[in-house]
């Protein structure tokens, strides 16, 4: 089993950033890759960001690549998720994820393992 437990989330203005963290525990040796979700209020959840854990490869979701930075300290077993320029359009409860297989990142299905989530407000 890995528990995955997220922090930084808040509100910021439009126009600021956030960084979240999400810290790894349990059997970490055995995760692949980490990733961030985030499902906005009436829609579902989507595909933010990943990052393998051997090698440090990054994945994102297109529509966020250049605002988003996925990153990971590996001796802490914690991924982070930096956020500038945020707009009210990225307001969500973003979700820690982590596979402990293959596949593709993009996937909720390829993600055992989940955090609580973590609300981000941005406000206009």
């Known amino acids: 089993q890995v528990q995955l437990v997220e922090s930084g989330g808040g509100l910021v203005q439009a126009g600021g950033s956030l960084r979240l963290s999400c810290a790894a525990s349990g059997r970490t040796f055995s995760v692949y890759a980490m990733g961030w979700f985030r499902q906005a209020p009436g829609k579902e959840r989507e595909f933010v960001a990943a990052i393998a854990w051997t090698g440090g490869t990054t994945y994102y979701s297109g529509s966020l690549k250049g605002r988003f930075t996925i990153s990971r300290d590996s001796a802490k077993n914690t991924v982070f998720l930096q956020m500038n320029s945020l707009k009210p359009e990225d307001t969500a409860v973003y979700y820690c994820?982590?596979?402990?297989?293959?596949?593709?990142?993009?996937?909720?299905?390829?993600?055992?393992?989940w955090g609580q989530g973590t609300q981000v407000t941005v406000s206009s």
């Open positions: 994820a982590a596979t402990t297989g293959g596949g593709s990142y993009y996937y909720e299905r390829v993600h055992a393992y």
